[in-house]
């Protein structure tokens, strides 16, 4: 079994920051690609960034520059560091990992979300 805790939601006022992180744990063998979603009241669950387990990193274009992802393989836990915050970041944001278990098996599992809400 894998279990993943995100963390690091909360209000801020727009221009701020806010840093996410997303800790799984269990029986894991290896974690693969490792996504940050969002998903604003009455739009679809988009991904925001994606980092896989060499480190290569994709963003959607609405956070390049703004949002940075990474990953601390050791600890098994990504992070999402968002930076000048706008009010249309707002959303719950889910993360979602591709972990092979120790018994080789690969399963996709998503957090719970953490809401971010950003004033004007």
């Known amino acids: 079994q894998v279990q993943l805790v995100e963390s690091g939601g909360g209000l801020v006022q727009a221009g701020g920051s806010l840093r996410l992180s997303c800790a799984a744990s269990?029986?894991?063998?290896?974690?693969?690609?490792m996504d940050w979603y969002r998903q604003a009241p009455g739009k679809q669950r988009e991904l925001v960034a994606r980092i896989t387990s060499g480190g290569s990193t994709n963003y959607a274009d609405a956070v390049k520059g703004r949002f940075t992802i990474s990953r601390d393989n050791a600890k098994n836990t990504m992070y999402l560091q968002m930076n000048s915050l706008k009010p249309e970041d707002t959303a719950v944001y889910y993360c979602?990992?591709?972990?092979?278990?120790?018994?080789?098996?690969?399963?996709?599992?998503w957090g719970q979300g953490t809401q971010v809400t950003v004033s004007s």
């Open positions: 269990g029986s894991i063998f290896s974690i693969n690609v």
């Open positions: 979602r990992v591709e972990v092979t278990t120790t018994s080789r098996a690969t399963y996709i599992h």
